[in-house]
């Protein structure tokens, strides 16, 4: 138990320190996506306390409806990336994020301008789904 928490303390640290060198805009595009309420409210040293305890699982954002759309749902997926990298090293093991999201693609094509094996392709993957 004590180890976790040591673990758990030194990925604060490592995480702190990483989020503390990015920029503003990207600690807010990265806190929405998140979905910490208010970003853009927050100083930069309180959102990056609030980024770690919901990376943590201390705390878990609301998503809501409510208020303006979002202006720019952009954000660096580098620090994602980075923050699973930190996981890796701090807890040993391979953690994968517990965000699991549902992909939809739209798309169209003209079925008759495909080569015969384009077609036997498509149909092999439209039937696996």
């Known amino acids: 138990m004590a180890e ?3 673990k758990q303390q030194r990925f604060r640290e490592l ?3 990483y989020l503390a060198g990015l920029s503003i805009s990207s600690l807010r595009s ?3 996506e998140l979905g910490i309420s208010a970003p853009t ?3 930069k ?3 990056v306390r609030e980024i770690i305890c919901v990376l943590v699982g201390e ?3 609301r998503r809501t409806k409510r208020g303006a759309p979002i202006k720019n749902k952009y954000f660096q997926k580098e620090i994602e990336v980075k923050i699973q990298e930190i996981k890796n090293e701090v807890f040993g093991e391979n953690v994968q994020s517990e965000r699991k999201e549902s992909v939809q693609l739209h798309f169209s094509l003209v079925f008759e301008n495909l080569t ?3 077609k036997e392709r498509l149909n ?3 039937n696996s789904l």
Do not use: H, I, V
């Open 4 to 6: 976790t928490k040591e």
């Open 15 to 17: 995480c702190g320190e």
């Open 30 to 32: 990265y806190g929405r």
């Open 41 to 43: 409210a927050m100083r």
């Open 45 to 47: 040293a309180d959102l």
């Open 59 to 61: 705390k878990t954002p």
């Open 116 to 118: 015969s094996e384009q």
């Open 124 to 126: 092999y993957f439209l």
